[in-house]
């Protein structure tokens, strides 16, 4: 088992823990209301930037 040399500083362990959050993903409203994630076709109207893209395989619509 590895065992620390030196007693880190709450300083330090700020320092290193200030990459550990997890970021939020970003979150765009489609024309038709529906949550999309940005750069991506909207998977309940197959729309991207509003303009309608080509079917996917599993649409019912
Ligand atoms: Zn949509």
Do not use: E, F, W
């Not at 620390?4 to 700020?14: I, L, V």
């Not at 991506?40 to 599993?58: E, I």
């Amino acid at each position: 088992m590895a065992v620390q040399q030196n007693k880190k500083s709450r300083s330090r362990k700020g320092m290193r823990r200030s990459h550990d959050h997890v970021a939020v993903p970003a979150v765009i409203y489609c024309k038709c209301g529906s949550p999309t994630l940005p750069h991506s076709v909207c998977p309940s109207c197959n729309r991207y930037n509003g303009h309608h893209v080509g079917n996917t395989k599993d649409s019912s619509n």
